[in-house]
């Protein structure tokens, strides 16, 4: 068994809550380099807010992961993934806080070790995650003071699936072509030809679009 999934953060009641922690995490992934763990929720924990990593102050939720790599010299593209079921959903919420646990996450794991999750299982579809983490940025003070990278189109890709092939050894273009011809294939192409519901915006999109609906409006 060379693939551990481990739920960490999001504590069921506070008998439990010691054991959300991640500070396991980094000397369990030291003792055994061929294993690979995948820490479910990432230690994020909704009443903790999430700021810049200080190693020096008392840690809770996101940095207790970081904690735990940094201490036991656990470096980023290491063994440890971290996923982010129901972490994202929470985090899409506040900017701030999303900036800095994302780029933690990004920093201390490594751009290859950050899983899509979304527990949509508990809260139906995902699609505003998917639209919110498509769209989000973190600020360039933010990189330049803390070190965090710069969320690109290829860093998305990675999260949204490339990594967690590589982590089981799926080639995403096999999964392309199969997953064209199954049923959720075959109804996504009948969607696009004709979309019902559309979900489509209406009124002005861009400024010109903008001005002239203004226009009319004197």
Partial sequence: MKVICIHKGLPFGPRSYEHSQCGDIGPIAKRFPDVKFLI???????TVREQAYDAAAKRDGVDTLIH????????????????????????????AQAAHAMGKLF??????????GTDSIWYGSPQDQIQAFRTFPISAELR?????PQITPALRAKVFGLNAARVYGVSAAEVKKFAARDKVGQAKLAYQERPEPHFRTWGPKTRREFLRFA???R
């Fill in 215 to 217: 226009e009319l409006g």
């Fill in 68 to 95: 735990s790599l940094d201490e036991s010299g656990v470096k980023p593209g290491s063994n440890v993934y971290a996923e982010l079921g129901s972490t994202w959903r929470f985090l899409m919420r506040d900017p």
């Fill in 144 to 148: 330049e003071k803390h070190g965090y």
């Fill in 107 to 116: 920093r201390y794991c490594g751009e290859d070790n950050v899983l899509w």
């Fill in 40 to 46: 479910y929720h990432s230690g994020f924990v909704t």
